[in-house]
């Protein structure tokens, strides 16, 4: 079903155009719908994500973000100052590789890490 919740939380995935935490989207969703709550949010993430209309993305040591599936394959680069995730418009296709015996590889990703533009502005 397609409440405004729903909406809502999609449209802020869009306007983004970055992987966010669930406090990211929660926080910015209430800037659209102010009384979106968390378990409505953390139900939203379930169902979209069960319904492949919202990737996961994990980085170690923090938290899971989303962000909208995407047609073309991309690299990240997380900033090191403030923690922001920035999708980079850049193509790119993983090697292919071939896993080791028993390993089912059903994803993978490419970081690269170092400042934004606001933090090396001084801004951030
Ligand atoms: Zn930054």
């Given at each position: 079903?397609?409440?405004?919740?729903?909406?809502?939380?999609?449209?802020?995935?869009?306007?983004?155009?970055?992987?966010?935490?669930?406090?990211?989207?929660?926080?910015?969703?209430?800037?659209?719908?102010?009384?979106?709550?968390?378990?409505?949010?953390?139900?939203?993430?379930?169902?979209?994500?069960?319904?492949?209309?919202?990737?996961?993305?994990?980085?170690?040591?923090?938290?899971?973000?989303?962000?909208?599936?995407?047609?073309?394959?991309?690299?990240?680069?997380?900033c090191r100052s403030?923690?922001?995730?920035?999708?980079?418009?850049?193509?790119?296709?993983?090697?292919?590789?071939?896993?080791?015996?028993?390993?089912?590889?059903?994803?993978?990703?490419?970081?690269?890490?170092g400042t934004c533009p606001?933090c090396a502005?001084?801004?951030g």
């Amino acid at each position: 079903m397609r409440t405004r919740q729903r909406e809502a939380i999609e449209a802020v995935l869009r306007e983004a155009g970055r992987p966010l935490t669930r406090d990211e989207i929660l926080s910015f969703g209430r800037a659209k719908v102010s009384r979106l709550g968390p378990a409505t949010v953390d139900r939203t993430i379930r169902e979209l994500a069960a319904n492949f209309q919202l990737v996961g993305v994990e980085f170690p040591g923090q938290p899971r973000r989303y962000e909208l599936p995407s047609e073309n394959e991309h690299p990240h680069f997380i900033c090191r100052s403030c923690d922001y995730v920035f999708d980079l418009p850049v193509a790119m296709r993983l090697p292919k590789i071939r896993p080791p015996e028993g390993f089912e590889v059903t994803g993978g990703e490419v970081i690269y890490s170092g400042t934004c533009p606001d933090c090396a502005s001084g801004a951030g």
